[in-house]
T-cell receptor, first 116, second 115 residues
Framework: AQKITQTQPGMFVQEKEAVTLDCTYD???????LFWYKQPSSGEMIFLIY??????QNATEGRYSLNFQKARKSANLVISASQLGDSAMYFC?????????????FGKGTKLTVNP | GAGVSQSPSNKVTEKGKDVELRCDPI?????LYWYRQSLGQGLEFLIY????????KSGLPSDRFSAERTGGSVSTLTIQRTQQEDSAVYLC?????????????FGNGTRLTVT
């Protein structure tokens, strides 16, 4: 079974600084997709960024980038120039496709606090 | 366009009562998912619907939980004889068919409190 591990329950960063949120995954499948979601205190789940297992380049979306190290099975999210509005829970997830079904398997999340 | 819509946004029920939670996915999205998020926890997969295929119910925690999807669109998650441990936020998501890279689009969830 696939597994996602986020080892940082909480992280703190100063406004305007960069922060890296860790995510490691475990799978024996050669094909997979990795996602990061943001969940503010309002509760909505906001899709941030996607990385495919065969993508040669690290994914980037605005201030978000993904440090994808396939051999180490890690897909860390980098947020540059942190803003107060970045304070939220961040979830790493892997798409699992098996036997005609599919789902995203989520890690337990990291709570990011951006300090002014 | 409109996102995933869930109702009610909050539900308080007494232990032992049945509840129904509704999800209206994004128009044209063929895949629909239900997840559960307990306080301070990650998301737990419950059930997956794709078109007219048989749903994947492997995540349902007990036979008190059931879900249906009518006409390939709206879905209802039913919890019978609710227990206090059922208290959680129930999230619905949809995605277009399209394999690895299609993100799930989530609704704002239904917060269920069982007293």
């Amino acid at each position: 079974a696939q597994k996602i591990t986020q080892t940082q329950p909480g992280m703190f960063v100063q406004e305007k600084e960069a922060v890296t949120l860790d995510c490691t995954y475990d799978t024996s499948d050669p094909s997979y997709g990795l996602f990061w979601y943001k969940q503010p205190s309002s509760g909505e789940m906001i899709f941030l960024i996607y990385q495919g297992s065969y993508d040669q380049q690290n994914a980037t979306e605005g201030r978000y980038s993904l440090n994808f190290q396939k051999a180490r099975k890690s897909a860390n999210l980098v947020i540059s120039a942190s803003q107060l509005g970045d304070s939220a829970m961040y979830f790493c997830a892997m798409r699992e496709i098996k036997g005609g079904s599919e789902k995203l398997v989520f890690g337990k999340g990291t709570k990011l606090t951006v300090n002014p | 366009g409109a996102g995933v819509s869930q109702s009610p946004s909050n539900k308080v029920t007494e232990k032992g009562k049945d509840v129904e939670l509704r999800c209206d996915p994004i128009s044209g999205h063929t895949a629909l998912y239900w997840y559960r998020q307990s306080l301070g926890q990650g998301l737990e997969f419950l059930i997956y619907f794709q078109g007219n295929s048989a749903p994947d119910k492997s995540g349902l925690p007990s036979d008190r939980f059931s879900a249906e999807r009518t006409g390939g669109s709206v879905s209802t998650l039913t919890i019978q004889r609710t227990q206090q441990e059922d208290s959680a936020v129930y999230l619905c998501a949809s995605s277009p068919i399209g394999g690895w890279s299609s993100p799930l689009h989530f609704g704002n969830g239904t917060r269920l409190t069982v007293t």
